[in-house]
């Protein structure tokens, strides 16, 4: 290693310990300090360029066009602004529903295979984790064209054409790809640590398959679920490049309606109470379900899955 | 058992469909770049190099390429070296409130990005920040710094500090223990950190969107805007150097992770 | 499915056959399991005991149902239940790792087998109260099993594979993760249930202390096959292989060739005794020896083999001492010398030793190559 070359270094350089009583301030406080002050250029660029700005937006919310909870109310009251709010839940929701039943027979799937094939499923589960997002929306974009593969599949099945860009079900079908590996990964991490003698134990009590899937494996798979399910829904409900290019218009979420409120109407008030909406549904969200889930390995999948939360 | 081994097969089955869900739509795109139509058809019916031609010779295509790379190193420097220290900071002391710092460092990868974007766009707006290259970096920056803590803290967690103790115990100064003991140590752990980074930065695109200026474009705004309002083929050409990109640094990414477990 | 009444008296254990019974994994040549034969009486408590490897937990899943049959038969009171899926085969079964149900109380968790009978509410408390009272756990009722101890979690586990009233109880190595004194004291808890409930028990172990203190009847595994069926002491003064002699117990092995009726060490010539001459004919064989039956000293009677040896070590346990010695010409061995026969022996004293003719058991030398070797402490 490479630490016996110093040792020809004075080792009075350290002091022998005990030797001397030590100062009031000792040195290694003093060493201690000096490795906190590390972090203050991170948290000064954190500060001014994330928290001023989301403070600013805050108050935005409350001062701008007028001071008062009006933004705030018009969540509420506003027509559009209650439509785009339930659609987006409805479409959140959707994708989490359609998430979850793909990712858990995949999980299920991945708990059963030896090493290698787990290695295969889980290097094609994380391909949206390593590939541009913005690459994937354009191709389905392609793929969901009128003429696109999709439909001329259906096409061959008699089943089309159907129109999908600009509709729920492209959306729905692009944005649940893209939130596929936020299921897949803690439901595989719950699913992996659940003792298979389990279910043996409960068929040799006589449960039925089907009865010791339910009775038995699937309530052990729920910290996976409530996890996976929390991080999709999270995602979902602040998604937008995928409902911006693959949705229409006239069937916006809630990004996009901040967006439009932003760019087109400047109203940055009424995007700021949108903003902090999310933004309290999300905490909320990820909040509960770390209280629901206090099991190492739940936290551990929930973790590497906000960790990759900003990919998309 | 007949029924455990029917349901393997349609599980295998739906594996097989699952899959080509996830992988086709990603690499659907690298045919089509190839294609010598202008149109997005698939399979195309004759092939070329012309999208690539127009991708790097057509100055809106080639400068904003140009620019998210320039971005994204600068980026990676900056969020580096900023993460690297910030996380031997948290990993080496603790002190009141440090837990909200922790949480700090976390916030950008739990916030959506959407409010992220508007909430920068409104400050920036007022400090004169949109479309500048200021803005771009340090906006970027915020967003690839957790990538940066969260993997060098890793790296730090799994590091056994005796070794460090043993070499102040032998007579190294810090800076001679910190050079010849523990950077080489969680140096993957800061090697994955700074590829993160880089792909961070490489692949944004909602805030870019929000802080660009028509001088000032990243190329995922850049094909992001192409697909809003134009039918231009040359996208398929840059989709197919962004994947190429962004995958193969996130694959190093994940290499260097791996050896850090070994290590 | 029909529940089996456990009418008090009754004699309600199954007997269970395995006929010629076959396992052969995927992508492997040599059977798991090669067409073993065993009948286990209805009542008795049989005991697979075995190295890892053996097949004995793979022949347990089997007559449990987890583990597909390649070819034979299971017999449950003569009906065949190799191809019915384990819910149907009314079969209790105790987990190594004791399989509770973590997110289920200890009542629930017995409770779950009458579930799935469709036994009435009142009559599920009764017979899980009962249950609990059996393992003496009535206190832990309502604990979810990571509030209980690793010997509670198996007297639950224990408690909810007999609440159903089962023909006959699995035991896969249920001590194997338990500390030695909470093993024995499980030990004689899964003694008394056999006698209480009376039903069959089948317990797979590679624990020889545990198979002997337990088992009614003992089949030894080597292989995928059985190498010998017995009762403890059979087994144990009666084996029939070098293999079952070193692995029940401690013996003195004296490897050889037989020739007219001696064996032949290579270093010393013995009287083989009768008892086993005739299984083993002539040919490579070993004489085994248990470490009680060898005397210091002079053994007084005719046709009596006595070997010189040096001591090696005395280790003194308690009711005996341990004397090791080193035969003149080769090979260690071990004596039990309880009440100091040989009076106070050293190491390096000069000691004979000696054994009745009948007290040694000539065996076929199947495994030649582990020729005893000197104990470590000789060396001192």
């Known amino acids: 290693m ?96 359609v998430c979850l039943l793909v990712a858990y027979p995949y999980a299920y799937l991945m708990s059963l295979v030896s090493g290698r094939w787990r290695g295969l ?43 999908l860009l600009g509709t729920t079900a492209g959306v729905t079908l692009a944005m649940a790809q893209v939130m596929l590996p936020f299921m897949v990964l803690p439901v595989y991490t719950t699913l992996r640590g659940i003792d298979r003698r389990l279910v043996d134990a409960a068929l040799s009590l006589g449960a039925r398959p089907v009865v010791a899937f339910l009775r038995v494996y699937l309530p052990l798979s729920f910290p996976g679920v409530a996890a996976g399910a929390t991080l999709v829904m999270v995602l979902s409900l602040g998604f937008y490049v995928t409902p911006s290019l693959v949705g229409s218009p006239q069937q916006s979420m809630l990004a996009q309606f901040i967006a439009v409120q932003v760019n087109q109407l400047v109203n940055f008030g009424g995007a700021g109470a949108l903003a902090v909406a999310l933004l309290v549904v999300t905490l909320v969200l990820v909040g509960g379900v770390q209280l629901l889930t206090r099991t190492k390995g739940s936290r551990r999948a929930t973790g590497a899955g906000v960790a990759g939360g900003a990919l998309v | 058992m007949r029924s455990a081994r029917t349901l393997r097969r349609g599980l295998a089955v739906f594996g097989v469909l699952v899959g080509l869900w996830l992988v086709v739509p990603t690499l659907i795109v690298v045919p089509i770049s190839f294609s010598g139509e202008d149109s997005f058809a698939f399979p195309p019916s004759s092939w070329s190099l012309r999208h690539y031609t127009t991708f790097f010779t057509e100055s809106s295509w080639l400068t904003s390429l140009l620019v998210s790379l320039q ?54 707006l007022g400090w004169g920040l949109v479309g500048t290259p200021v803005g771009f970096v340090a906006a970027h920056s915020v967003l690839a710094l957790p990538f940066v803590t969260v993997n060098v803290t890793a790296a730090l967690a799994g590091f056994d500090r005796t070794l460090e103790r043993a070499a102040a115990g032998l007579g190294a100064s810090s800076f001679t223990t910190f050079r010849s003991v523990t950077f080489p140590l969680i140096r993957p752990g800061i090697l994955a950190g700074a590829l993160f980074a880089f792909v961070t930065s490489f692949d944004e695109v909602v805030v870019s969107l929000f802080i660009q200026s028509p001088n000032l474009q990243t190329l995922p705004v850049r094909m992001f805007n192409s697909v809003t309002n134009e039918v231009d083929p040359t996208i398929a050409a840059a ?25 | 499915m029909p529940e089996t009444p456990n009418a008090p008296g009754a004699p309600a254990g199954a007997s269970i056959e395995a006929e010629a019974l076959t396992k052969v994994y995927k992508g492997s040549a040599l059977p798991a399991v090669d067409a073993v034969d065993l009948t286990i009486h209805a009542g008795e408590f049989m005991t697979l005991l075995g190295p890892s490897g053996s097949g004995k937990t793979t022949t347990l899943n089997m007559i449990a149902g987890f583990e597909e ?34 997110h289920m109380t200890a009542a629930e968790n017995i409770a779950f087998p009458l579930r799935q009978r469709k036994v009435g509410r009142p009559e599920i408390d009764r017979r899980v109260r009962e249950a609990l009272e059996l393992v003496h756990l009535g206190e832990h009722a309502d604990r979810m099993p990571t509030q209980l ?47 209480e409930l009376g039903i069959t028990f089948v317990f797979v172990t590679h624990d020889q202390e545990e198979a002997l203190a337990l088992s009614d009847r003992i089949a030894v595994f080597r292989d995928g096959r059985i190498e010998q069926v017995g009762t403890p ?18 013996s003195n092995v004296f490897a050889g060739t037989v020739r007219d009726g001696r064996l032949d060490t290579g270093w010393c010539s013995l009287t083989t005794g009768t008892a086993g001459a005739s299984a083993a004919g002539t040919g490579p064989a070993a004489l085994v020896v248990r470490p009680e039956n060898l ?63 009948e007290a040694g058991v000539l065996v076929p030398d199947d495994e030649p190559a582990a020729t005893p070797e000197p104990e470590p402490a000789a060396a001192r």
């Open chain 3, 233 to 250: 002491a059979e087994l144990y003064e009666r084996p029939v292989s070098r293999f079952v002699a070193t692995f029940l117990g401690d």
């Open chain 3, 295 to 357: 005397r210091l000293g002079v053994a007084a009677d005719p046709g009596a083999n006595t070997l010189s040896a040096t001591v090696t070590d005395v280790v003194y346990q308690g009711a005996f001492r341990r004397v090791l010695v080193r035969f003149d010409g080769g090979g260690a061995g071990q004596v039990r010398d309880t009440a100091g026969t040989g009076g106070a022996v050293a190491a390096g004293d000069r000691v004979e030793v000696g054994w009745a003719a």
């Open chain 2, 239 to 263: 989709s197919t150097v962004v994947l190429v990109i962004s995958t193969a640094l996130l694959g190093l990414a994940s290499i260097s992770r791996r050896n850090r477990r070994h290590a």
């Open chain 3, 69 to 102: 049959v390649t070819s034979g038969r299971i017999l449950l009171d003569g009906d065949d239940i190799a191809r019915l899926p384990p819910y149907r085969r009314n079969l209790g079964m105790v987990f190594q790792n004791y399989a509770l149900f973590p």
């Open chain 1, 2 to 97: 490479a630490v016996t070359s110093d040792t020809s270094a004075p080792p009075a350089r350290t002091g022998a310990p005990g030797r001397v009583p030590p100062p009031r301030t000792s040195p290694r406080r003093v060493a201690v300090r000096g490795v906190a002050l590390l972090a203050v250029p991170a948290v000064v660029v954190l500060v001014v360029f994330f928290v001023v700005p989301a403070l600013r937006l805050l108050w935005l919310s409350v001062t701008s066009p007028e001071p008062g909870l009006g933004n705030y109310a018009a969540l509420v009251t506003d027509d559009v602004a209650v439509t785009v709010v339930l659609r987006t839940l409805g479409m959140a929701a959707m994708v989490t529903v």
């Open chain 3, 149 to 195: 101890s690793g010997g509670q979690q198996q007297r639950v586990a224990l408690a909810r594979a007999v609440v159903f009233a089962p023909r006959a109880l699995l035991l896969d190595e249920p001590l194997g993760a338990l500390d030695k004194k909470l093993r024995e004291s499980l030990q004689l808890e899964i003694a008394r249930l056999h006698t």
């Open chain 2, 71 to 124: 971005l994204a190193l600068i980026v990676t420097v900056v969020a580096t070296v900023l993460g690297t220290m910030a996380a031997f900071a948290l990993a080496r002391t603790s002190f009141v409130g440090k837990g909200t710092v922790d949480g700090l460092f976390l916030a950008p990868l739990i916030v959506p990005g959407i409010v992220v974007a508007v909430a920068m766009y409104a400050a920036f």
């Open chain 1, 121 to 163: 499923l889980l290097a094609v589960v994380l391909i949206p984790f390593w590939t541009s997002l913005m690459a994937r929306t354009f191709a389905w974009v392609v793929l969901l064209q009128d003429n696109g593969i999709v439909n001329r599949a259906l096409d061959t099945v008699g089943l089309g054409p159907v129109r």
